[in-house]
């Protein structure tokens, strides 16, 4: 009978064990069923609270501009000063409604990216232009400086531009008078984010190609120990009533949250009294694909014919055979990085005009040989043939580039010549690796 108490008692801890994990789990439903219904009451209530707060402030704005043509009469000063001190801050609240509700939108996931191909230093261009007078007021130098390799990127324009304009006017607002902001917009490689302080933990690819735009200024900078309170919403580094910048404190979390829709991550740099660099890192490798057909207007290849290209003294020589602007210029993006010189060739008649060329001229040979196989207008292997088969060629070696990447593939290029293999889309550190291997 003792064990069968035992049996009972210990069937029964059972029985309570599972009650209550059901239980909870029940909790956890309802937990989860209010805290949806929460959110969606919160959605519906900014959805509704900012339609009627912007309805009032239309007309305080409206009329307040209205008086300020002073058609209906002339103002004194002191009037004038009044109703711009009025319409100030009503654009100030508008301002803030606008953030609120486009920071709840994307949490709620409902903001969509409206992705185009996007001339990015027209958009630079025009956020300067935007950002002038603002700039000139505190007779601060405003600077633009474009990495001209890259003409178009897949963006929302709308979006991009609210990132920029945000970091632009943070860095005009926290720079006392006759500072500097300069706005840089650079095809740059994730593991270049090495020094920066982030956010959070997001991933980022260090080899990855990013477009990054960055704002530099000369400004007042942010104490270390207030880093972590960044791109918080709501979150002022100097949150005291009688603080000297005025702000809503959402450009940030808005400039995070909208740059990681991108599929992109934000950081930045900071010495107190010396100045900020904020930068936004959008990623290029995840619009490959789309770019395919932008490619002949992603990349204003007359900016960098490829004679034009000086070669570094005593650095390794990559012939680079590819058709696509865009994996010319990431080809030869990664491989600059890794201090070789790089020539391109666009198809396969420069490639036949440069083998017979360096036959005749053996200084102009390439000390290796990165060769894309599908070429609009010659035989990708028919040519690694002709190299081969060329005295002074034949020892350069080649590396096939392909998208085929069929099983056999491997083998045909061997065949025809190839020393390496590697397949589209370029893995860049085996890229740099294969290189490597041949040219030590
Ligand atoms: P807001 O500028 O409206 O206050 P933000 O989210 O854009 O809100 O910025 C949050 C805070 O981060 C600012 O209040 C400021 O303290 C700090 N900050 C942002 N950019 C800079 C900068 N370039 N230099 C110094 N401090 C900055």
Redesign the pocket.
């Known amino acids: 009978t003792a064990l069968n108490q035992e049996v009972l008692e210990a069937a029964c801890r059972t029985l309570g064990a599972a009650i209550e994990r059901a239980q909870t789990q029940e909790n956890l439903r309802q937990v989860n069923e209010q805290l949806e219904y929460s959110s969606q009451l919160k959605s519906e209530f900014l959805a509704s609270m900012s339609h009627e707060l912007r309805t009032p402030l239309n007309s305080i704005l409206g009329f307040s501009d209205l008086l300020l043509r002073q058609t209906a009469g002339q103002l004194s000063d002191r009037q004038i000063n009044y109703l711009e001190l009025i319409e100030k801050s009503g654009q100030h609240l508008l301002q803030l409604i606008n953030d609120i509700l486009d920071l709840s939108k994307i949490e709620a996931g409902k903001v969509e990216l409206n992705l185009q191909p996007v001339r990015v230093h027209e958009l630079a261009t025009d956020c300067i232009k935007m950002m002038q007078p603002r700039a000139d007021k505190k007779r601060i130098g405003l600077s633009l400086e474009l990495d001209y390799r890259i003409t178009k990127v897949l963006l929302d324009e709308r979006r991009v531009r609210q990132i920029v304009i945000?970091?632009l006017?943070?860095?005009i607002?926290?720079?006392p008078e006759q500072g500097q902001v300069k706005l840089s917009g650079r095809l740059v490689y994730g593991s270049e984010i090495k020094g920066d302080y982030r956010p959070d933990c997001s991933p980022i690819n260090a080899s990855t190609p990013y477009f990054c735009f960055e704002?530099q200024?000369s400004?007042?900078?942010?104490p270390q120990d207030?880093w972590h309170?960044?791109?918080?919403?709501?979150?002022?580094?100097?949150?005291s009533l009688t603080?000297r910048?005025?702000?809503?404190?959402?450009?940030?979390?808005?400039?995070k949250r909208l740059t990681e829709l991108h599929g992109g991550t934000v950081s930045?740099q900071?010495v107190c009294d010396r100045?900020?660099l904020?930068r936004v890192w959008l990623p290029l490798t995840e619009m490959r694909q789309q770019l395919g057909h932008f490619a002949s207007c992603a990349l204003d290849t007359k900016l960098v014919p490829a004679s034009a290209i000086a070669l570094p003294i005593g650095s390794k020589r990559i012939l680079v055979v590819e058709d696509q602007p865009f994996n010319q210029m990431l080809i030869s993006e990664v491989m600059e990085l890794e201090g070789y010189g790089v020539e391109i060739l666009a198809d396969g008649k420069a490639m036949v005009d440069r083998i017979l060329a360096a036959s005749a001229a053996p200084e102009l040979l390439p000390d290796l040989i990165l060769m894309d196989i599908q070429l609009p207008d010659v035989d990708g292997f028919e040519l690694m043939r002709r190299v081969k088969a060329d005295p002074v060629w034949e020892s350069v070696p080649m590396i096939a580039v392909t998208a085929m990447a069929m099983p056999g593939d491997r083998d045909r290029c061997l065949e025809a010549g190839a020393s390496g293999y590697l397949s589209k889309p370029l893995d860049l550190n085996l890229t740099i690796a294969t290189v490597r291997s041949f040219l030590g």
């Open positions: 945000n970091l006017s943070n860095a607002k926290f720079t704002v200024d400004g007042i900078g942010i207030r309170l960044l791109f918080r919403p709501f979150q002022q580094v100097d949150s603080r910048h005025e702000g809503t404190g959402l450009g940030l979390a808005l400039t930045f900071s100045g900020s904020f």
